[in-house]
């Protein structure tokens, strides 16, 4: 990929980009910062569409299908309606100092009987579904992962608008509006993303607690896999990457009976 004319271009094996105009933008944008978003929304195109709409006023500059294609709706040196009442470091009205990504993704689901259940009346499998706690919030609920072509795309294209722009740093919308949002949450990881893309010390690593004794540690994600050894409640893991509902991470610590320090955890098992 490839800024030309504040539009991001695919070169030779990148995701598909296209491009749809949102008439919800304004004035010369100078951005410090880049939010990520998730849509909380049905699909991609659902959401492209929406955008479109002046009744809407709402925008992003770039949409990441579940796929990981990309549609981009609002040059960067445009001024994008996707942060609303925002503020960070003394900055006010994050729309005019950043660059927003919406994930396509329907973000907090609700558990009705065996089904996850959306807002907009659709459900999901579990294994789409990730059970954690906000870090804004005390009590856990559950959360559609994303997928890991998704975040691999929303890795690189980040890289080149980051470094494009000399941008300050990378936030949530959960961030900037701390009392109004949950986006994008806690199945995206943050941290790991960040030090991807900018890079981030291992005192910033994503770091989980595991909250069960007797809590298998497995060499891939699922409950077929081999087990390499039991961890007991406690034990801090630094994540890695996910799939689906598994978090492969590191052991921060040598665990007695266990020889080697990485391997997959039901993400049910961890809390942050």
């Known amino acids: 990929m490839k800024i030309q004319n504040n539009k991001l271009v695919a070169e030779a094996n990148d995701p598909l980009i296209t491009y749809d105009n949102s008439p919800n933008q304004s004035g010369t944008l100078n951005p410090e910062y880049l939010i990520i978003h998730y849509t909380a929304g049905s699909s991609m195109n659902s959401s492209k569409e929406w955008f479109k709409q002046t009744v809407a006023k709402a925008s992003a500059h770039l949409i990441i299908g579940i796929d990981g294609s990309i549609v981009q709706m609002v040059p960067f040196n445009k001024i994008a309606y996707h942060a609303g009442v925002s503020s960070w470091k003394g900055l006010k009205s994050m729309n005019n100092y950043s660059i927003g990504i919406e994930l396509d993704n329907p973000g907090k689901l609700k558990k009705v009987g065996s089904k996850f259940i959306a807002w907009f009346s659709q459900d999901y499998p579990d294994d789409k579904v990730m059970e954690a ?113 598994w978090n492969y991470v590191s052991l921060n610590d040598k665990v007695s009976g266990i020889n080697e320090p990485e391997g997959w955890i039901h993400s049910s098992l961890l809390e942050n």
Request: include cysteine.
């Open 133 to 245: 706690t906000h870090k804004h919030q005390t009590n856990p609920a559950y959360w559609h992962i994303f997928s890991q072509v998704q975040l691999e795309s929303c890795i690189r294209a980040s890289q080149i608008i980051f470094n494009h722009y000399k941008l300050l740093d990378i936030l949530g919308h959960e961030d900037i509006s701390p009392n109004r949002k949950e986006d994008p949450g806690p199945a995206f990881p943050m941290e790991s993303f960040k030090s991807k893309v900018i890079g981030r010390n291992q005192n910033t690593a994503e770091i989980y607690t595991v909250i069960q004794d007797g809590t298998n540690f497995r060499r891939g994600p699922g409950t077929d896999q081999d087990i390499i050894g039991t961890l007991n409640k406690g034990v801090k893991v630094e994540f890695i990457k996910n799939h689906l509902n």
